[in-house]
């Protein structure tokens, strides 16, 4: 039995924008590693993929259905999700009567910074009620169309992940500082080259860390391997020149694909979409 919300929950996430019958993305200003987005489906959403930051968000209208962790997994209207870092799930609406839900993306990064952990939380119930959860997710995705302050994002990951936390129950030993900042070192090169090929070699130069030892310490900081963090920071640049309506074979090269249908693989895999159908629902027309 699933734990649902009250009618009240639901209405405290404000008024929804109206979108238009068939199936569309509604994306809000983004801020550094905060993502927030409206999505309606009649049917199937997503197909299997994986995103290297956790999806937390809320089911506004109908049945949300989604495979993850080797179970189908069902979220009402008020209920609470919550998705960890790099996990393969697929997403779409449970019923005929279709699916309206609001999502943030956040960073791992930040996650870390806000508790000053050594690891990342994990909630190992996807689906939740929690009404002290759905007033932090109210305030950051109740108004869609306006772009949040640096003090108001500062607030919201600070409750979030503290929620996060609670919810989590986990007592995992820490990385320490030195290792930490080492695989930090790795993790901003990274960012910064991510457009080329970056090697082994340069990142054990760069934190100091053979490339084994990194590898374990970025997957327990940030929940991926440096090869998905890289990929993923090409993927993200390839969505901002969708959004600009800039052609798909000018994306690929670009974002350092090798041609457009390597992009098309690599955005589907980790979106569940291909490029061409995700600059439909976001309304831009993409060669």
């Known amino acids: 039995m699933l734990d649902v919300l009250g009618e009240e929950a639901v209405h405290s996430l404000g008024r929804l924008c109206e979108l238009p019958g068939q199936d569309a993305i509604l994306s809000a200003p983004s801020n550094p590693g905060l993502e927030r987005i409206e999505a309606r489906f009649a049917g199937d959403g997503y197909d299997l993929h994986r995103h290297d930051t956790y999806a937390i968000g809320v089911t506004l209208h109908g049945v949300q259905t989604f495979w993850y962790r080797g179970q189908r997994r069902y979220s009402l209207p008020g209920n609470i999700i919550v998705l960890h870092p790099d996990e393969i799930h697929d997403g779409g609406a449970g019923t005929d009567d279709g699916l309206r839900y609001r999502m943030l993306y956040l960073e791992p990064s930040l996650a870390l910074q806000s508790l ?98 990194l590898s374990r310490h970025f997957r327990a ?17 390839a969505r901002e020149m969708i959004k600009a309506g800039d052609p798909l074979a000018e994306i690929a090269a670009a974002a350092g694909f090798t041609d457009q249908s390597h992009l098309n693989r690599q955005f589907k895999k980790a979106f569940g979409l291909t490029p061409g159908r995700w600059a439909a629902l976001i309304g831009v027309n993409s060669g």
């Open 116 to 213: 000053r952990a050594g690891s990342l939380p994990f909630v190992k119930d996807p689906v939740f009620a929690d009404p002290a959860m759905a007033a932090i997710l109210s305030a950051a995705l109740d108004n869609l169309d306006e772009e949040l302050d640096e003090l108001a994002v500062d607030d919201i990951i600070s409750r979030l992940t503290q929620s996060l936390a609670r919810h989590a129950r986990q007592n995992v030993k820490p990385l320490g500082p030195a290792a930490v900042r080492q695989t930090e070192l790795a993790r901003d090169y990274l960012e910064e080259h991510a457009l080329r090929l970056v090697r082994s070699g340069e990142l054990e130069a760069v934190s100091g860390l053979d490339r084994y030892t």
């Open 221 to 237: 900081l940030y929940a991926t391997s440096p090869h998905r963090f890289l990929l993923m920071r090409r993927l993200q640049r």
